[in-house]
């Protein structure tokens, strides 16, 4: 390992294929690449968010991390061992050093069991003994919950109770990663806060690593210390957050942080109009695959698939990076923007 | 509703229970003088063509209908969720030859199949179990199948599985709980059918073998005297109508209590 | 702002009860706003505002254990709450049109999209040629690409905001007085989000209806709307236009849940902002200001019901600490 401190997590040109097809014998079969080849890797104690819009491949990538998903090609490593080809007994003593919080608040908490169970499920599945109400009692509190709610089903908890369930259960066994998969989905405004306030209190005190899987870019700017846009399963545009929100470089990346709609009416709004269809993972462009919406795209930007290049501590997957501030040319290729 | 249910349920296993404190006579004793005794205070509801209490022989039938009644159920019940659990959490390999297993033991006629056992094994009690088993095991089998591929993938299981738990596990407290309630109500549903099996075969001279008391049997004695002395048809076909209607009501009642989010509370 | 326009669309006092098996809930109370023809009005607020209570009201599709307990919804002069259920009927998809979050809730997915857009203009007496003009014209101004041949093709063929497009492009077939939008984009991604904004903004334009807009989303209303209307279980607590309101909001319900937005954090921050406490519980409803349990300034006045405080020009504010414009500029508290 270069560096001193050890990565916690390592992940090198990951893919996750689909098989579609045939049906009843009828059509071909195809191959779709849900996570076309991404890397990263994540420092102890540290943030890092995956952004894109749905059907980017952040979820699948997220699983595919948390050993939820089989990967096709790639290495995901996990504080130095290699675990993308562990079976499920030998991946288990290591789901007590990484979890994972789902999308739906309710959903993801099992609708017949009581509060009380669900906290401390992890500890029933690894025949960890300990007292059960203290360990409850502490979670909860961990949390923000009080104990009157431990008799309760997940049906009778509000979105913000629930997902507060949600991460008891996964900080219960002092996890040294948790991927989040969109922590704040379904919850008020008001109550976002408290939740994106809670992991961060949490990441802080209990030295926790965290993936955030988001579509809100707001979200990530107070939370996480790097990240990556996807776009069609692959990073278009990875490094500090702080970077890519004061010039981010990729049209994608800049398109995508135009589109955040502000609660302020005054605010000008030079936006970065994008075509609306996204082209379908069964068909991808060629060349760049951003180029069939790039408000940017050049004549040759069809032709070949673009290196990443090194922007500051960045690395962009476009030929040509945008400046600062840039704005998109006025004969942009594309279709006529909306107004 | 409810309450009807339950109670008329409660009568019909009361009376199996206590049958012998209940009846003044033995089941099977035959009286010659007593043949056709319309109901009277002595027997309550009259005697048959042996002069055999007819009373006493209801209450008695009910063990043997619900004796065979609740068993097979059970039986059926515990093979149909196992194949249906296995058959929908399991590998689709496995789930398409359950299903083809299943489907062709549902695609044989009723009939055909107990006349065929009770050819190859001789009628008998375990014969009618069996066939009660086999009629009803696949549909059971099936809903559970059904619901568990739908849970399958439901972010819950997911869950639990990306905190570490096995396949029993999932199986036992994350699906199984979801899945047996719609079961449970069509299992008590099912239970006047399988009465009306049990009486049918046994009508037909294909479940027990006389003299055992059965309400199938008492009807088929009933039934070459229907019109002189109808009460042995009346005493062979009310236990079976009110066993009916008391496991309806109560599987009735059983689908309001067993799905906690139809409960307002929040 | 200060020329009179005339309002479309007014509701006044209007309250709206459910009977629950626990008690009556009171989900609407003395709800009062105002639509001006032409004018696209926003409804913001949580989970529980009573937001989707109030479309229902409007459109007379109330659960059968709810009810209007007075007040009024004055549309084009008429007093919906007074129609017959026929004539109300008769309102539906031809003067008011709707649109919902999920595209499908409108669309039929075993007809083809021509076919259902052939069906709304069934009170035409335009020829089905004629009919599928108007469709296509329709489409294309949705950008629908290929209108013609969208026409022969079945929901799913389409994109989740290529559906919403259709959607909205059925919703305005008829050219309707008042467009009820709720949570249209709120399904979507953000680059279809704000196109799906700034279409309906075009429309809006083009038809010269009046929209209702219903969003939890501040950002999404504060680019679309003229207007906005703030609520709070069951309450309207702050209304003006959108610079008065998101610029000077007077209810400190609105001013906090503008702090919570992490999209007003000009800089990053560890420490977001949030809303401590819950709504209260609306069988027991207390009498005075309902955000009171949840207020920093709450005094022992507001356990009286506060009254609706005129701060500016058309900029109410339902709190006793709402001052008028200048008097609030001149002495603001810390």
């Not at chain 1, 929100?245 to 970065?272: C, G, W």
């Amino acid at each position: 390992m270069p560096g001193i401190m050890t990565k916690i997590l390592e992940v090198e040109d990951l893919e996750v294929a689909f098989r579609i097809g045939p049906a009843f014998g009828i059509g071909q079969r195809k191959e779709l690449l849900g996570v076309a080849g991404v890397g990263f890797d994540l420092d102890p104690g540290k943030t890092f968010a995956l952004v894109g819009e749905s059907g980017s491949g952040k979820t699948t990538l997220a699983r595919a991390v948390n050993g939820l998903q089989a990967i096709s090609a790639g290495r995901i490593v996990f504080d130095g061992q290699r675990i993308d080809d562990l079976d499920a007994r030998r991946m288990k003593p290591l789901r007590l050093r990484m979890s994972m919080m789902f999308q739906d608040p309710v959903g993801s908490l099992s609708p017949r069991m009581k509060v009380g169970d669900l906290v401390t499920e992890a500890y029933r599945i690894h025949g960890i003994d300990v007292d059960f109400r203290a360990e409850t009692e502490r979670l909860l509190s961990l949390v923000g919950l009080s104990m009157d709610v431990t008799d309760r089903f997940p049906h009778q908890l509000s979105g913000g109770q629930a997902r507060r369930v949600g991460v008891a259960r996964a900080i219960a066994l002092n996890p040294e990663l948790i991927i989040a998969d969109e922590p704040t989905a379904g919850l008020d405004v008001s109550i976002q806060g408290e939740v994106l306030n809670l992991l961060n209190d949490l990441r802080e005190r209990l030295g926790l690593a965290m993936i955030i899987i988001t579509h809100n870019l707001h979200v990530v700017r107070h939370v996480a210390d790097r990240m990556a846009v996807m776009y069609l399963g692959r990073f278009v545009e990875i490094g500090p957050t702080d970077e890519i929100f004061s010039a981010p470089a990729h049209p994608y990346t800049a398109a995508l942080l135009s589109a955040n709609p502000e609660p302020d009416p005054d605010r000008a709004k030079d936006r970065i109009a994008l075509p609306a269809e996204v082209p379908s993972l069964l068909h991808r462009p060629e060349g760049c695959e951003f180029h069939t919406r790039c408000p940017w795209a050049r004549q040759d930007c069809g032709d070949e698939i673009p290196e990443a290049v090194i922007v500051g501590q960045r690395r962009v997957a476009c030929r040509f990076p945008l400046e600062r501030g840039e704005r998109p040319p006025a004969d942009s290729p594309t279709d006529p923007p909306t107004k | 509703m409810g309450a009807l249910g339950i109670a008329l349920v409660v009568l019909m296993v009361a009376g199996a229970i206590f049958a012998d404190l209940l009846s003044l006579y033995e089941p099977d004793r035959i009286s010659p003088r007593d043949r056709f005794s319309a109901p009277s205070m002595e027997h309550f509801l009259g005697t048959d063509h042996l002069g055999r209490d007819l009373f006493a022989r209801v209450l008695h039938g009910g063990r043997i209908a619900l004796s065979v009644a609740l068993s097979s159920i059970l039986i059926s019940l515990i093979i149909g969720v196992a194949l249906g659990l296995v058959a929908g959490y399991g590998p689709r390999r496995l789930d398409n030859l359950m299903l083809l297993l299943l489907d062709s033991i549902k695609s044989f006629p009723t009939v055909m199949l107990a006349l065929a056992l009770v050819t190859l094994f001789g009628p008998s009690l375990t014969v009618v179990m069996v066939v009660v088993v086999l009629v009803t095991m696949p549909g059971y089998a099936r809903i559970i199948r059904t619901q568990t591929l739908a849970l399958k993938e439901s972010e819950f299981v997911t869950a639990a599985i990306s905190l570490g738990a096995g396949t029993p596990r999932i199986l036992r407290v994350h699906i199984m709980p979801n899945v047996i309630g719609p079961l449970l109500i069509l299992a008590s549903m099912d239970i006047p059918v399988v009465i009306a099996i049990e009486a049918g075969m046994s009508f037909l001279g294909l479940g027990v073998r006389p003299p055992t008391p059965s309400w199938g049997a008492i009807l088929n004695d009933g039934y070459a005297a229907i019109r002189e002395s109808p009460w042995i048809v009346v005493a062979g076909g009310l236990p079976i109508i009110i066993t009916t209607l008391g496991f309806t009501f109560l599987g009735e009642t059983l689908r309001d209590v067993f799905d906690p989010r139809l409960d307002t509370r929040r | 702002m200060s020329l009179p326009t005339v309002n479309l669309l007014t509701i006044r006092d209007l309250n709206v009860r459910f009977a629950t098996e626990r008690g009556e809930l009171h989900a609407l109370r003395d709800v009062g706003l105002d639509i001006g023809k032409e004018r696209i009005v926003g409804i913001v607020g949580e989970s529980g505002c009573g937001k989707s209570t109030l479309i229902n009201a409007i459109l007379g599709l109330l659960a059968n254990n709810g009810r209007i307990d007075g007040g009024r919804i004055l549309f084009n002069g008429r007093d919906l709450t007074r129609l017959d259920p026929k004539s109300m009927q008769a309102l539906r998809g031809i003067e008011i049109a709707t649109v919902f979050q999920d595209p499908m809730g409108a669309l039929n997915p075993v007809i083809s999209v021509g076919r259902q857009m052939r069906n709304i203009q069934y009170r035409s007496s335009l020829r089905n040629k004629e009919k599928d003009a108007r469709s296509v014209a329709m489409l294309q101004r949705v950008r629908i690409p290929d209108a013609k041949q969208a026409l022969h093709r079945f929901p799913h063929e389409f994109s989740g905001g290529m559906k919403q497009r259709i959607a909205i492009a059925m919703a305005l077939m008829m050219e309707p007085a008042l467009l009820i939008a709720d949570e249209p984009t709120t399904a979507l991604d953000a680059t279809l989000e704000v196109a799906t904004i700034d279409l309906l903004k075009d429309l809006q334009a083009g038809i010269g209806c009046s929209v209702l807009f219903i969003s939890h989303h501040l950002g999404v209303i504060a680019e679309l709307c003229d207007e906005v209307v703030v609520m709070y279980a069951g309450e309207v607590v702050e209304r003006g236009s959108t610079s008065q309101v998101f610029n000077h909001p007077n209810h400190p319900y609105t001013a906090r849940l503008l702090e919570c937005d992490p999209a007003r954090q000009a800089k990053r921050t560890r420490l977001l902002p949030t809303i401590p406490g819950e709504i209260p519980d609306l069988r027991h409803r207390p009498p005075g200001c309902i955000f009171a349990s949840r207020c920093a300034d709450h005094r022992s006045a507001c356990q009286a019901p506060p009254p609706e405080i005129e701060v500016d020009n058309g900029h109410f504010a339902r709190c006793i600490h709402a001052r008028h414009h200048d008097e609030n500029s001149r002495s603001r508290r810390p």
